[in-house]
């Protein structure tokens, strides 16, 4: 590790990718890169619709003239560039991709929204595209471990600024770039790392992580063809997590590379929102599913959470479906009414629905430090002057209790049939399992989409 | 003041765009925009044939298919958002553009970049260019005021994060939003600014200005469509000047808007390389060539400056022009062999010169805190035991000395001559002159490169 410290973790990092082997990486960490992507393009396809996609889109097609590359679930194509911006777009917009606990990155999208759009112009084996989603995913997260919590803390969209480093060395891998020039990569990922939490709530969150995957994808094709950068971009004095972070451990980037894999970290969610509301989700569908609490019948919900909560998801009154997925109130409300929290209870309609406005009017937020981040309690009175609650230490789709393969199969056809109801799930469904024996991953990216 | 601070700078700013009329520009102010653009467009031709250019434009020219905007001094055309960038890139890469000093910001790169960009699409007058030019330095310049000097010194690119916010406001301008969606272009280009000083000496130094150029331009794109962000881009909690910098004193933002203008404080380099040389060059200059010091006569040079130049420009060895242009010892050296610092002296051939290079060695340089950053001694001993001194207490260039408007056009035409030597530098001296009196600014833009 010393060794490795004083090349400099930048230059370390680089080398590790480029050295690393197919054969090296585990079993079940190859086939957690299939379910991530398996979700990942659930996620696209289930927001491909989106308004916020139809308006980044209608902007970047006026530039882009090249209709070389895929966008999941549309008819059109654009540049590589910008789909990777706009699959990045649509995979995120519905706040349903996966979460890096530890840090609270979403690490597939930035990293595969580039991947699958260089994947069409570069010729790649599907066990190629794996193994260059696996590192990039690697790098993105082992960054994120060296600057948490402070650097999410301080308002940093942890997901981008992580992303475009996970995205430009996942591209710098398929690209078979030399140890400097994928440390170019980085140090050019470094210097376009951008994004706070400040805009949560609106389509610019997401553009965010649309802006990691297009910006980390362009710094691998820069450093390919010889621009240059620094080869400290992460540890140098004015380099990332120097100027971006209050703290660092940069041993966390290095130590055990290759023998831990932080894609075996990874979650999936059930629920569309952001993460930290989802034990309060389970509380709210096991009072009414099994414990039979009616809406009609409740007084006031109340919410034990840790103030985290409050922080992230404290919005008592959104007017949109954007906003609310930041409403923890909006989520315990739209779960006693529908008896699920799906894409259709973060409609505008949904949120705008007056029986949905009245019940969230009754959502008390209870803060409580000593609660654990990943639990909540719910404690609902009835206007009988009953009460019930239920305590969630572990959310569904959490490590605890993950997501089977065959949830996430559910959830994809759920997703598919609402962003693009002609798609063949089951046949995509086929071939992403089946991922590392394609010969041509752009087969799994075509088939993403209508063929004109 | 208070209810500008009470609707939220950022809502302030825009509705200050947006409601800036041409007619209340001061004629001084108009006059320094020409000025500015000229500057800007002489640099932009100057390094249109660097390698860094080539390298970027062959990666974009992959992506763009539209011919739709002009890259200065070049034959091809790319999508308006590439050619922002490169332009962006093309008037960076020779260190030659202007400077805003009390923030240290090069103000006309990324608005400029943009905007000409946009000019070719949206029909407009050259006093609409103008006039939206202005607005966008204020912009960037107000911004660079409430955080400076602590943003920069603590490793942010200035230009790149304040630039982007320029460039967002001026094609707000230029495309006619109204204050709601000038607000949000602000807090999309919020989450785009990006960029340290960590990779200076690289081509990704002058990327980082490309990109503001183009994701300003991109931010107000998006925003005239509906593209949702944030209202409160840079005071709101997780907003700009409260991630990205340590101090921040809003009200720089707001006061005197309309009566005080950021562009009348402009300056232009004569020498192109980092300004905190340039008192030094003009020192090693005036004892050359007033005190016939010969370049093989000396011993030592000793420079007395501020501790800043070492921090910025204390490279003693750098082995390519761009690290040159960091090197305070090479622009001290090479002023001393060549009589003059141009652009000829930061080619990889003048840095790698032997004779250049022993000279370099005899350079040392004492840091005196009490020197102002904007002085610079410089003593000779010769190696007949004599020796000679200069103290510049301001450079040429400066505020106190600016260049003249003949100066500047002098400064065009050599960098017409470096990069584009076909260009009809006279004619297009003419159109800068009169840009407020022509009625398609179109017409500035496609004079700066070759009709195909």
Redesign the interface.
Known sequence: MDDLQQTGVTRAIARFAVESRWQSIPAAVRHEAKRALLNWAGCALGGCRDE?VD??L??LS?????P?ATLFGRDERT????AAALNGLSSNILDFDDTHLRTVIHPTVPVAAALCALAERVPVTGAQLLHAFILGVEVECRIGNAISPEHYD????IT?TCGVFGAAAACAKLLGLDPQRTA?AL??A??????????H????KS??MA?AAR?GL?AA??AA??????E??LE?????T???AQRRDLDEITRGLGASWELARNTYKPYPCGIVAHPVIDGCLALRGEDRVAADSIERIELRVHPLVRMLMGNAVPTSG?EAKLSVQHCAAAAFLHGQVGVREFTDACVNDPAVAALRARVILAEDAAMPKEAAGVAVRLQDGSALERYVPHATGSLERPMSDAALARKFHVLAEWGWPQCDASAFLALAWSLDDLTDAGEFVRAAAPHP
């Open positions: 916020s308006t980044a209608a902007v006026e530039c882009s003239g090249r070389q540049d590589i560039l910008s301080a308002g940093w969209h981008a170019w140090g050019i470094a210097n376009q790392a951008a994004g706070t939490t400040g805009a709530g609106s389509m610019t553009w965010n802006s910006n362009l094709l820069l063809r010889g621009f240059t950068s620094t400290q971009g140098g004095e004015r380099g990332f120097r100027v971006l954007l």
